[in-house]
T-cell receptor, first 114, second 115 residues
Framework: EAGVTQFPSHSVIEKGQTVTLRCDPI?????LYWYRRVMGKEIKFLLH????????ESGMPNNRFLAERTGGTYSTLKVQPAELEDSGVYFC????????????FGSGTRLTVV | DQQVKQNSPSLSVQEGRISILNCDYT??????FLWYKKYPAEGPTFLIS?????DKNEDGRFTVFLNKSAKHLSLHIVPSQPGDSAVYFC??????????????FGKGTLLTVNP
């Protein structure tokens, strides 16, 4: 089965611009998560979808971040406007059941804001 | 405040010897603990887990030990192989109501296994 796919793999944008990251989960996985790792720090939870519904968005840093999952399939994470501190690697993960484990992670999108 | 701490940023061992990676946590509500392995330019991949009601789980060369009273867990790799060289993340799962679980990660430990 295909894994979790994220694109782009890298994005370099200027401060103030908008960037949209995309995640295609494993087919049939209702649970989709976004995590972020800022350089040298821990991987931090951003939010969790079950199908198209946001179950938990307690980790979203601020209202410059908008996540959507139309039709319960792929998800997008938009940052608008981007700030320097948004730089990091954004990981998407999916799972069939939500038991807090058993996630499959994508390779991540490395976002650099200059 | 960090709820999951990996205090060693890096560890270097010789091939064939034991690697021991450590992790401490502060939240008593964590119900599962996991170790993920990450190669450069790849996402974390699940390695092994342990329920909070167990004290040991073994899978081949990998064993995780949990000491709840000390809020400490460790990952043992025996024998270590050069292909084990990667960043290892300790993570903990917490149920937060409804159908909500989330993982809390440590900062990771870079393991280098020298031939």
């Amino acid at each position: 089965e295909a894994g979790v796919t994220q694109f782009p793999s890298h994005s370099v944008i200027e401060k103030g611009q908008t960037v949209t990251l995309r995640c295609d989960p494993i087919s049939g996985h209702d649970n989709l998560y976004w995590y972020r790792r800022v350089m040298g720090k821990e991987i931090k939870f951003l939010l969790h979808f079950v199908k198209e519904s946001k179950q938990d968005e307690s980790g979203m840093p601020n209202n410059r971040f908008l996540a959507e999952r139309t039709g319960g399939t792929y998800s997008t994470l938009k940052v608008q406007p981007a700030e320097l501190e948004d730089s990091g690697v954004y990981f998407c993960a999916s799972s069939q059941e939500n038991r807090g484990w058993g996630y499959t992670f994508g390779s991540g999108t490395r976002l650099t804001v200059v | 405040d960090q709820q999951v701490k990996q205090n060693s940023p890096s560890l270097s061992v010789q091939e064939g010897r034991i690697s021991i990676l450590n992790c401490d946590y502060t939240n008593s509500m964590f119900d599962y603990f996991l170790w993920y392995k990450k190669y450069p330019a790849e996402g974390p991949t699940f390695l092994i887990s342990i329920s909070s009601i167990k004290d040991k789980n073994e899978d081949g060369r990998f064993t995780v030990f949990l000491n709840k009273s000390a809020k400490h867990l460790s990952l043992h790799i025996v024998p270590s192989q050069p292909g084990d060289s990667a960043v290892y993340f300790c993570a903990a799962s917490e149920y937060s109501g409804g159908s909500n679980y989330k993982l809390t990660f440590g900062k990771g430990t870079l393991l280098t296994v020298n031939p």
